[in-house]
C-alpha cells in the first residue's frame, strides 16, 4: 500500500479518534470510582464529549469525507479531532465544545452536499442526525454541562446508524407505509430529546418510544434479519446488528420507566445499553467495513472477533444487573470489564489487519 498523504492524513485523524476513545473509556472508569493516574482522572467529567463528540463525531465525519472524497469535506474531522485534543491536553472545556460547534456545522453543510446529489429517505435521515450532533455541540457550549447534551449525542448516533441502515433497505425493499412509520419513530425521538429540557417525563417519555420503536423497526426490515442464516463475516455482521437492536429496545424500554433522567436510578444502565450495546455492537460489526475503507487496510475475518463481541454482551449484563439491584461494585466490576473488551477487540482487529484477508464474494451487510 502506497503512503500518501491523504493517507497519513486518514490514519492520523483515526489514531486521534481512538487516542481520545482510549481516554475516554479510563475517564469513565475513574468516574465510576476506580482508582487511576491523575491524567484519566482529570478527564473524568469530560467523559461524554470525549466518548460521543471526539471518538464518534471524527469517525463519523471522516467516513462521511472518505465518502465524499473532497479536500473540504476532512475540514469537519480535523475540527473534531482537534476538538478531542484540547480535552486530551486539559484545556478549556469550552474550547472544545466550539470546536465541535464547528465540526459539526461543517458536517451539517456536507450532508447537505449529499442531499443536493442524491435526494433520499436514508440521506434525509443522515442528515437529521448531524443536526442533532450540532444541537448537542451548542448545548454543551452554552450550560458549560456536558450531561445537558447528553440526549442529543445519543440521537446523533442512533438515527446516523438508522439512517446508515435504511440506506440497505433497497436490498430488501420495505412497504412505503413502514418508512412513514420510520419517519414517525424519527420525529418522536426528535420532538422528544426537544420537549425534554421543559418537561423531562414527558419529553424523555416520547424520546424513548422513539427509540424503542426504531429498534423494532431495524429488527424487521433490516437486512440484518435475512443474513443470520448466512455465514462467515455476513452472518458475524448480522449478529452484531442484531443484539446491538435488543440493547437498543431494552435501553428504549428503561427510558420508558425514566431511565433518560439524570437522577433515575437505571440512569447509567439506560445510556449505557446505548453507548455500549447499541452503538459498539454497530462498531464491531461494522469495521470490518469502516477500517478497510478508512484506513485503505483490509481486515480478514475470523471466528476470534466473535470473543469480543461475547465479552460486550456479558460485561453489560453484569453492569446492567449491578444497576438493576443498586449492587455499586458489580456495576464497577462491569465497567471495567466493558473497557477490557474494547482493548480485546483492539487486539483482534489489529492481529487481523496483519493477516492477508481470503478472497470473498460480497454481500451487502
Known amino acids: 500500500m502506497a503512503l500518501t498523504a491523504s493517507s497519513f492524513l486518514r ?49 463519523i ?48 453543510f456536507a450532508s447537505i452536499e449529499v442531499l443536493r446529489r442524491m435526494l433520499a429517505p436514508f ?30 449525542w445519543i440521537l446523533f448516533l442512533v438515527i446516523t446508524i438508522a439512517g446508515e441502515r ?7 425493499p420495505v412497504p412505503e407505509s413502514a418508512t412513514l412509520v420510520f419517519y414517525g419513530l424519527i420525529a418522536a425521538a426528535l420532538s422528544g430529546a426537544g420537549l425534554a429540557s421543559m418537561s423531562p417525563r414527558i419529553g424523555f417519555t416520547l424520546m424513548s418510544v422513539g427509540i424503542f420503536g426504531l429498534a423494532i423497526w431495524l429488527m424487521r426490515f433490516d437486512i440484518a434479519r435475512h443474513n443470520l442464516s448466512q455465514s462467515g463475516a455476513t452472518r458475524y455482521i448480522a449478529i452484531c446488528l442484531f443484539t446491538g437492536y435488543i440493547w437498543l429496545a431494552l435501553a428504549g424500554l428503561f427510558g420508558l420507566f425514566g431511565g433518560f433522567e439524570t437522577s433515575h436510578r437505571l440512569h447509567d444502565a439506560t445510556l449505557h445499553t446505548i453507548a455500549i450495546g447499541f452503538v459498539f455492537s454497530m462498531v464491531f460489526g461494522h469495521a470490518l467495513i469502516i477500517f478497510p475503507a478508512i484506513a485503505r487496510i483490509k481486515i480478514s475475518f475470523h471466528r476470534i472477533l466473535y470473543l469480543p463481541l461475547v465479552l460486550l454482551w456479558i460485561s453489560l449484563s453484569i453492569r446492567v444487573l449491578g444497576q438493576i439491584f443498586d449492587n455499586f461494585l458489580i456495576r464497577q466490576y462491569g465497567a471495567l470489564i466493558n473497557g477490557l473488551t474494547l482493548l480485546t477487540f483492539a487486539i483482534v482487529l489489529i492481529s487481523r489487519m496483519l493477516i492477508r484477508p481470503s478472497a470473498a464474494a460480497y454481500q451487502p451487510h
Do not use: Y
Open 11 to 59: 490514519m492520523g485523524l483515526l489514531l486521534t479518534a481512538v487516542a481520545s476513545m482510549a481516554l475516554g473509556v479510563t475517564s469513565g472508569l475513574a468516574r465510576i470510582g476506580w482508582p487511576l493516574a491523575d491524567w484519566p482522572s482529570a478527564l473524568a467529567g469530560q467523559h461524554g464529549p470525549l466518548m460521543m463528540s471526539a471518538f464518534f463525531g471524527t469517525v
Open 123 to 152: 440521506t434525509i435521515t443522515l442528515f437529521l442526525a448531524t443536526l442533532c450532533w450540532l444541537i448537542a455541540s451548542l448545548t454543551w457550549w452554552l450550560t458549560g454541562i456536558p450531561a445537558t447534551a447528553t440526549p442529543w
Open 61 to 108: 465525519s471522516l467516513e462521511r469525507a472518505v465518502a465524499l472524497n473532497t479536500k473540504l469535506s476532512f475540514v469537519a474531522p480535523i475540527i473534531s479531532a482537534a476538538s478531542g485534543l484540547v480535552l486530551l491536553l486539559l484545556l478549556p472545556a469550552s474550547l472544545a465544545a466550539g470546536l465541535a460547534i464547528l465540526a459539526s456545522m461543517l458536517l451539517a
Open 166 to 172: 435504511l440506506e440497505l433497505t433497497r436490498f430488501v
